[in-house]
């Protein structure tokens, strides 16, 4: 019999996540903070919503969390009505939100004194992955549980890696963060000097495409640079989040990341400038404003 699986977070990610779930035969059990985004997505397949976390556990086997931040899943997990008061023995917790390492490995040892266990497992991808189930999932745990949860990974995703032990999933997605917001930045200070220069944006981007500058950032992203249409698949904010974490990891490990630094310094001015919710790739406005030129 499979498993029934409980899905709290439906945001961006999370329903687009949870929709494919469904769609592939999941006996899903639904939570959100605003019930009536649950209720919206239960309504397509006559599927259970829950009062709070707690009755999700209560009913599942595997539990899913996709939330914005460290705070949010620590109270969805630990907090009053949280997975952890309804967690059933020999259940599994998946937490496919991107938060502190610490936090994560905190979480985990809680799961574990209830006789549960648990996945860290970050995704890559944004809304356009999260709606092809194309996300890159990189996880954090036993390779008995990562076994159990592939067959959920392999709807949701197009590549799941086991990394390491728990908490590994969220060092390895901070990396992942650092390298997708550094290369929107190198992808915005291009464009500008090229269209600057006299050079379409468009011919910009189709030239590096073709070289060893191309990147999966700029394929995904280039009709939200040329346009500016900056809707968000993954929010300036959040990012900001994100590399936060990866600052603080590589202080914990003694690691220098100058260029991080800068770039999260960039997403803070966005954020300050009423651009928080605009897609990240609207960290082109930065460069724009700085050198008084719009692509």
Partial sequence: MAERVGFIGLGIMGKPMAKNLMEAGYDLVLHNRSPEKAEELAKEANT??????????????????????SPDVEAA???????????????LLVDMSTIS??????????????????LDAPVSGGDVGAING?????VGGSEEDFERAKPLFDVMGKAATLVGPVGSG???KACNQIVVALNIEAVSEALVLGSK???????????????????????????KFL?????????????????????SAGRE???????????????????????????????????????????
């Fill in 253 to 295: 490990y003694g690691v220098t990341l100058p260029v991080t630094a800068i770039v999260d310094q960039m997403l803070e001015a966005s954020k300050a400038g009423g651009r928080g919710g605009q897609d990240h790739s609207a960290l082109l406005r930065i460069i724009e404003d700085l050198s008084r030129h719009e692509i």
């Fill in 134 to 138: 194309a996300l890159s999932i990189m």
């Fill in 48 to 69: 259970e919503v829950a009062a709070s976390p707690r009755e999700v556990a209560e009913a599942c086997d595997v539990v899913i969390t996709m939330l914005p931040d």
């Fill in 101 to 118: 390492p610490v936090v994560t490995r905190e979480l985990a040892e809680k799961v574990e004194e209830r006789g549960a266990s648990m």
């Fill in 77 to 91: 997990v630990s907090g009053e009505g949280g997975v952890l008061e309804g967690i059933r023995d020999g259940a």
């Fill in 170 to 172: 969220q060092v390895v």
């Fill in 197 to 223: 220069a006299g050079v379409a944006p468009e011919k910009v981007i189709e030239a590096l495409s073709g070289g060893l500058a191309g990147s999966a950032v700029m394929e995904a992203k280039k009709e």
């Fill in 227 to 247: 346009g500016h249409d900056f809707e968000p698949g993954f929010k300036i904010e959040l990012h900001h989040k994100d590399l936060g974490i990866a600052l």
